[in-house]
């Protein structure tokens, strides 16, 4: 639906002429994001956060929460999927309107603006059982003095734990990176890698959904905590805008219906349904505790 739209014969008279101007006026002062009342929101095969479904339909909790949130400002969203890197790309050429689970880094402000952040993100080392048998590592700081070859997504940030290892040329040089986190699974159960760095609830969801449960675990090892937003483009949406976002957030969170979605995604792993054929069933992972404050839709920050 586009706001301002006026009847056939408006434009015939003067005063059509006029309510027009002001109209297009009006549209002019709500900003580019308000003006067109769509916004393009990227997705990828995420599970729980953003997945498409069975039926076709792109589902997760982050899609789910931004849709609703826009939908309550009265905007559609427009889904477009690619990978994470080229997301960050995309939003910064002004040709991708909403990136939720985004850390706030200065690098980014200059390109993005973020919602009031989210609750804290857990990032866990995983590692593969072949690995596990020769590596004792009791912090991301002892792979420094290791062989141990690490996968990581191309465009994520670990933390500061990470880009401290970043430093080692040795370990740098082992570090595998890829768009896409199923071929560095298939790389570790293969011994192609040791270990991954993801994030706890979609690690455990897409281990289980490759069969790989008895093949990769959790080393133990958890990354520092960082707090996720949503991110939009600075050359398509203005501050107004991201704070109206915020607003409606919060009225999600009082009327319980944030906590819904909470519920209905961030539950065992089998929950959220792989593409395509079916997988192995899924252990049944831990539920996160709900936070106390607020519920955006970021709990997988990068």
Known sequence: MKAGATGRGAGRTAGGKKARIAGLLALWALGPAQAAC???LRWHQDPPFSYRRADGEVVGLNTDIVRETLARMGCTVRMLEMPW???LAELEAGRLDVLPGTLRLPERERFARFSAPGPQSRNLLFISHA???HHAIGKLADLRHSDFRLGVQLGVSYGPD???LLTDPVFAQ??????SRRSLWLMAAAGRLDG???NEQTGLTEIAQLGLQDRIKSSGVILPYASAAVAFSRKTVDADFVASFDRTTEGM???GSMAALLQRYLKPAAAAPAEGPSQAPAKAAAKPAMPARRADPAPAAR
């Open 38 to 40: 769509e916004l393009s």
């Open 85 to 87: 890197a080229r997301a």
């Open 131 to 133: 690995a596990q048998q």
């Open 162 to 164: 990470f880009e401290a």
């Open 174 to 179: 082992r570090l595998h990176r890829a768009s």
């Open 196 to 198: 991954v760095l993801a």
């Open 253 to 255: 969170l009082k009327d």
